[in-house]
């Protein structure tokens, strides 16, 4: 999944700028691109000069900033036409603070004991939807199909989705797969909406688990600079989750995981702020553990910079490939090739195996005939590499990063990964 940021990653700003990059997305090996919301942004109380994405003025419209409708149905159809998918960015739980609704329907909208519309959190820019009420949750199932109709879109990511009542999206989602199949992506973590509606959430869990590895390896800057407890995690502390994570989620449901995307980027800094040297590990951790990886805009040549959120921010990623982009590209034809890294195999195709040292990681994962084993050092220091009881097997096996054939590590430098693949 590559999240495009429309405002900020290409130097033309719109879809039209997008359809141009088709083609070398492609051969960078996306399959799903997910656009930031197209909708027009609100003007009342927004936010900066140019407002939040998920400040919805109209859910029916393109915001002409990024071209027209004819302009959406084009790239859609050059993606599909490229055997990519294309999913919206949606916000159903609150709207812009002008949103065409709140004149037309004020019933739709939460009030305060002041009978005032309001924002959650601190997001002053918006207004809390009320799904007590049928109109809010025809209008907005509504909208949900008018795009895959419209534009032949094949899916959505849903904001804040846990905050929107899950009956919701599973009355949606047989409605949505009626038009055609589709995918469906929640900012989340919540497993009760993976059961009907959503095909994959957030591992947010698991960003939090890298970002601990790297505080507690005194790696993380983002984290010192804002004097941040986090919890003292280690190698070990990634089995836990994801043993944790299979008794908690339904069979065939998976997670999206991430070193990065918008929300982390503008608001906690770029991977390199937060992973430093470890960004390279947590990279290939984010393809090899279970689930489907996902990139952010400028993440496929390394583009080190936070991006401005509610104005347009003068710098725009390279797109010349570097050695990021080679390197992003062998993790995603290795998820392409071996079908020991399908992300609905079951939990149990991996299995972890004890390394002396606690901060060595080593999993291998297996489907048929084919295997990925991965072996790295989550550490900030050179260690060795041995194993108390069985160790993984090499037989058949190769190197992936260096085609040669496959040899157990003796030592890993600090954050040093070995990819083996059959």
């Given at each position: 999944?590559?999240?495009?940021?429309?405002?900020?990653?290409?130097?033309?700003?719109?879809?039209?700028?997008?359809?141009?990059?088709?083609?070398?997305?492609?051969?960078?090996?996306?399959?799903?691109?997910?656009?930031?919301?197209i909708?027009?942004?609100?003007?009342?109380?927004?936010?900066?000069?140019?407002?939040?994405?998920?400040?919805?003025?109209?859910?029916?419209?393109?915001?002409?900033?990024?071209?027209?409708?004819?302009?959406?149905?084009?790239?859609?159809?050059?993606?599909?036409?490229?055997?990519?998918?294309?999913?919206?960015?949606?916000?159903?739980?609150?709207?812009?603070?002008?949103?065409?609704?709140?004149?037309?329907?004020?019933?739709?909208?939460?009030?305060?004991?002041?009978?005032?519309?309001?924002?959650?959190?601190?997001?002053?820019?918006?207004?809390?939807?009320?799904?007590?009420?049928?109109?809010?949750?025809?209008?907005?199932?509504?909208?949900?199909?008018?795009?895959?109709?419209?534009?032949?879109?094949?899916?959505?990511?849903?904001?804040?989705?846990?905050?929107?009542?899950?009956?919701?999206?599973?009355?949606?989602?047989?409605?949505?797969?009626?038009?055609?199949?589709?995918?469906?992506?929640?900012?989340?973590?919540?497993p009760?909406?993976?059961?009907?509606?959503?095909?994959?959430?957030?591992?947010?869990?698991?960003?939090?688990?890298?970002?601990?590895?790297?505080?507690?390896?005194?790696?993380?800057?983002?984290?010192?600079?804002?004097q941040?407890?986090?919890p003292r995690?280690n190698?070990?502390?990634?089995?836990?989750?994801?043993?944790?994570?299979?008794?908690?989620?339904?069979?065939?449901?998976?997670?999206?995981?991430?070193?990065?995307?918008?929300?982390?980027?503008?608001?906690?800094?770029?991977?390199?702020d937060?992973?430093?040297?470890?960004?390279?590990?947590?990279?290939?951790?984010?393809?090899?553990?279970?689930?489907?990886?996902?990139?952010?805009?400028?993440?496929?040549?390394?583009?080190?910079?936070?991006?401005?959120?509610?104005?347009?921010?003068?710098?725009?990623?390279?797109?010349?490939?570097?050695?990021?982009?080679?390197f992003?590209?062998?993790?995603?034809?290795?998820?392409?090739?071996?079908?020991?890294?399908?992300?609905?195999?079951?939990?149990?195709?991996?299995?972890?195996?004890?390394?002396?040292n606690p901060?060595?990681?080593?999993?291998?994962?297996?489907?048929?005939?084919?295997?990925?084993?991965?072996?790295?050092?989550?550490?900030?220091?050179?260690v060795?590499?041995s194993?108390?009881?069985?160790?993984?097997?090499?037989?058949?096996?190769?190197?992936?990063?260096?085609?040669?054939?496959?040899?157990?590590?003796?030592?890993?430098?600090?954050?040093?990964y070995?990819?083996?693949?059959?």
């Amino acid at each position: 999944i590559y999240e495009v940021n429309l405002r900020q990653g290409t130097p033309e700003r719109n879809l039209a700028g997008l359809r141009a990059q088709l083609p070398r997305l492609r051969d960078l090996g996306v399959d799903i691109l997910w656009l930031m919301p197209i909708h027009p942004i609100s003007k009342e109380q927004r936010k900066g000069t140019m407002g939040s994405y998920y400040a919805v003025q109209d859910y029916l419209q393109v915001n002409p900033e990024f071209g027209t409708v004819r302009d959406l149905k084009d790239m859609v159809r050059d993606a599909h036409g490229l055997g990519m998918k294309v999913i919206l960015d949606e916000v159903c739980n609150h709207t812009g603070a002008d949103n065409v609704w709140i004149k037309n329907h004020p019933e739709f909208f939460a009030r305060n004991e002041k009978g005032e519309m309001y924002g959650p959190y601190d997001w002053t820019d918006v207004c809390q939807l009320d799904y007590s009420r049928p109109g809010t949750r025809k209008a907005m199932k509504e909208a949900l199909l008018y795009w895959v109709k419209e534009a032949d879109i094949d899916g959505y990511r849903c904001d804040v989705a846990g905050m929107v009542p899950t009956d919701f999206w599973d009355d949606v989602r047989p409605a949505l797969d009626a038009i055609k199949p589709v995918f469906m992506l929640a900012e989340a973590s919540k497993p009760e909406l993976t059961r009907k509606a959503f095909d994959a959430d957030y591992n947010w869990p698991m960003k939090d688990v890298f970002n601990a590895i790297a505080a507690t390896q005194g790696v993380n800057h983002y984290a010192a600079y804002k004097q941040m407890k986090l919890p003292r995690r280690n190698a070990l502390s990634i089995d836990t989750l994801l043993a944790r994570q299979q008794c908690e989620y339904p069979k065939g449901a998976f997670n999206m995981n991430m070193i990065t995307n918008h929300d982390l980027n503008s608001w906690e800094g770029t991977e390199f702020d937060r992973l430093g040297p470890a960004t390279g590990a947590f990279a290939v951790l984010s393809y090899t553990l279970p689930g489907v990886p996902m990139m952010y805009t400028g993440q496929e040549t390394g583009f080190n910079h936070a991006f401005e959120f509610f104005e347009t921010d003068s710098i725009t990623p390279s797109t010349e490939a570097n050695e990021f982009t080679v390197f992003y590209e062998a993790l995603n034809s290795l998820k392409h090739r071996n079908r020991a890294l399908d992300a609905r195999q079951p939990a149990e195709n991996i299995r972890f195996i004890e390394a002396t040292n606690p901060d060595v990681l080593t999993f291998t994962r297996t489907n048929g005939g084919n295997a990925v084993t991965v072996i790295t050092n989550l550490s900030n220091e050179a260690v060795k590499v041995s194993y108390p009881k069985d160790a993984p097997s090499t037989e058949g096996m190769t190197n992936w990063f260096t085609a040669t054939d496959a040899e157990l590590p003796t030592e890993l430098a600090p954050w040093q990964y070995v990819v083996l693949v059959k």
